[in-house]
């Protein structure tokens, strides 16, 4: 009975964002018709796209006990990299976009090495690599980034097939990818592993510190490829496009079911976050509500998703069901618990 109990708090867990979004689509639909469109819609998966992407690389850092918060850093640069060294033309962009991808993996690596061997805490590396990356932006090009984005990177943000469009396919790709490696590969449990209980891990033959690289490392590259994105999507590169970025990729994941912590979470989960967070933005500027309600709203909203993840009304509605406490289970043990996926 038991068993079978834990199964359905945590399937109810799992949901509970999709409920979110399910109740904003219906509000959608009795305020707004318009929102229903085929053009906004698609809209809507547009602007999820590169903070999808970024969203998903900040999942996998969660999920291994960790938090980053270079990615917008990484974003910037990837952008400005592309705009500085290409000209707008098409002839160098082979080489190019490794560059980016490659600058991402880097500094990925620089922060999981920082946090792995070095054991400075995950908030402190990320947010001092990504103030020096930024200097070091802003001194080369001397804060006045020149050049065009050539049109293969803007295909990445504006182009389509037939009516759906590249940002969003390279979007779900990636989601698919990511989803398939942490519920289906020895990576993915030792990620699971790792962010869950990290002694454990180690002590049952697991390479905590390679995981925890590893995780930054990929981090990095789907930062990278967030800021190829967006510069695609708005057509220019400038050294404040992905400002905020960071924040609203850790959102995302939360929002979604992610414990800050590790061990538990998963990438449908921070994709449905993402999906709730852009449309709920896209509703309020169609509602045309002023920039204080717009916040208010938007706040409101993503943090009663989070208190309800966090507030134990699952466990409170076991409770009466079964009219006893359930034996106290230590947090990080259940945390282990609910995160390593089944695999079913």
């Not at 038991?2 to 964002?17: C, F, I, N, P, Y």
């Not at 959608?28 to 819609?41: E, G, H, I």
């Not at 947090?331 to 996926?341: A, F, I, L, N, S």
Request: proline content about 4%; some cysteine; charged content about 15%.
């Amino acid at each position: 009975m038991r068993t079978r109990l834990g199964a359905l708090r945590r399937k109810l867990e799992g949901s509970l964002v999709f409920v979110f979004l399910g109740l904003l689509l219906i509000i959608a639909a009795c305020v707004s018709p318009p929102f229903f469109r085929p053009d906004n819609l698609l809209n809507i998966l547009r602007q999820a796209s590169a903070i999808g992407v970024l969203a998903i690389g900040q999942t996998i850092v969660i999920l291994a006990g960790g938090i980053d918060l270079s990615v917008a850093a990484i974003m910037q640069l990837a952008g400005v990299t592309i705009a500085e060294l290409t000209g707008g033309t098409n002839t160098l962009v082979p080489l190019v976009i490794p560059l980016a991808l490659a600058m991402g993996a880097g500094i990925g690596l620089v922060n999981g090495t920082l946090i792995a061997v070095r054991k400075v805490q995950p908030f402190i590396a990320t947010l001092f690599v990504g103030l020096l990356v930024t200097g070091l932006r802003l001194w080369v090009t001397n804060a006045t980034p020149s050049g065009l984005l050539p049109p293969a990177v803007r295909a990445f943000g504006r182009g389509g097939i037939g009516p759906i469009p590249n940002a969003v396919i390279l979007f779900g790709l990636v989601a698919v990818a990511a989803s398939f490696v942490l519920r289906r590969t020895t990576l993915g449990r030792r990620i699971y592993a790792v962010g869950g209980n990290p002694r454990a891990a180690e002590l049952s033959g697991v390479r905590v510190d390679r995981v925890t690289i590893l995780s930054y490392v990929l981090c990095g590259v789907l930062a990278a490829t967030a800021g190829l994105v967006l510069v695609g999507y708005l057509g220019y590169a400038d050294q404040e496009i992905g400002t905020g970025y960071d924040l609203d990729s850790i959102a995302a994941a939360v929002v979604g079911g992610a414990v800050l912590g590790g061990g538990r979470g998963k990438i449908s989960g921070t994709v449905a976050g993402i999906l709730l967070m852009t449309a709920l933005l896209n509703l309020v500027l169609i509602l045309n509500l002023k920039v204080e309600y717009q916040l208010v709203v938007r706040g409101g909203v993503l943090l009663a998703a989070v208190a309800f993840y966090s507030s134990g009304w699952i466990d409170k509605l076991r409770i009466h069901r079964t009219g006893a406490a359930s034996p106290r289970i230590p947090d990080r043990c259940e945390e282990k618990e609910v995160g390593v996926p089944t695999g079913k």
